[in-house]
């Protein structure tokens, strides 16, 4: 459960920075258009407009590979056990974060690669009886009286 936090921690991390950046490109976008307007008020009143507003750089979005590859393995997850779950047991999978649904699919992977024998022998699922042998394998009623 830490790492799958920590993952979902660094996941939200790195989503709040990307937004983040979003919006301040987005407010800073709408000062520029202000900006512009009003130099071309002054221009077109004869007033000196100073320099034409330099316009905004649109920020490098870092860390959108790593959104990308989670949303990848999430998808990759998801369509792993959409086939074997059913649809009540999948709508509580998409509810999963990715690191439950990694931690589960690797938890599968896992339990799949045992070789049907070796799983078949192991303690929690042996083959091996524990019951008594019975008495008899047939009884005094079942053999038919000659005389």
Same mark, same amino acid.
């Given at each position: 459960m830490?790492?799958?936090?920590? =993952?979902? +921690?660094?996941? +939200?991390?790195?989503?709040? *920075?990307?937004?983040k950046?979003?919006?301040?490109?987005?407010v800073a976008v709408k000062r520029w258009h202000s900006d512009v307007k009003k130099w071309e008020s002054a221009l077109d009143a004869g007033d000196d407009p100073g320099?034409?507003? *330099? &316009?905004?750089?649109?920020?490098e979005i870092v860390g959108t590979e790593a959104l990308e590859e989670?949303?990848?393995?999430? *998808?990759a997850s998801?369509?792993?056990?959409?086939?074997?779950t059913s649809k009540d047991e999948y709508a509580i999978l998409q509810k999963c974060t990715t690191g439950e649904l990694r931690q589960a699919a690797t938890e599968w992977e896992e +339990?799949?690669?045992i070789p =049907?024998? &070796? =799983?078949l022998a192991s303690s929690n699922s042996s083959? &091996?009886?524990? &019951?008594?042998?019975?008495?008899?394998?047939?009884?005094? *009623?079942?053999?038919?009286?000659t005389k």
């Amino acid at each position: 459960m830490t790492s799958i936090n920590k =993952l979902a +921690k660094e996941q +939200k991390a790195t989503f709040g *920075a990307i937004h983040k950046a979003q919006r301040d490109y987005q407010v800073a976008v709408k000062r520029w258009h202000s900006d512009v307007k009003k130099w071309e008020s002054a221009l077109d009143a004869g007033d000196d407009p100073g320099e034409f507003p *330099a &316009e905004p750089e649109e920020p490098e979005i870092v860390g959108t590979e790593a959104l990308e590859e989670t949303a990848v393995i999430r *998808a990759a997850s998801l369509a792993r056990f959409k086939h074997v779950t059913s649809k009540d047991e999948y709508a509580i999978l998409q509810k999963c974060t990715t690191g439950e649904l990694r931690q589960a699919a690797t938890e599968w992977e896992e +339990k799949s690669g045992i070789p =049907l024998g &070796e =799983l078949l022998a192991s303690s929690n699922s042996s083959t &091996e009886s524990t &019951e008594a042998p019975s008495n008899t394998t047939s009884s005094p *009623a079942d053999s038919v009286d000659t005389k």
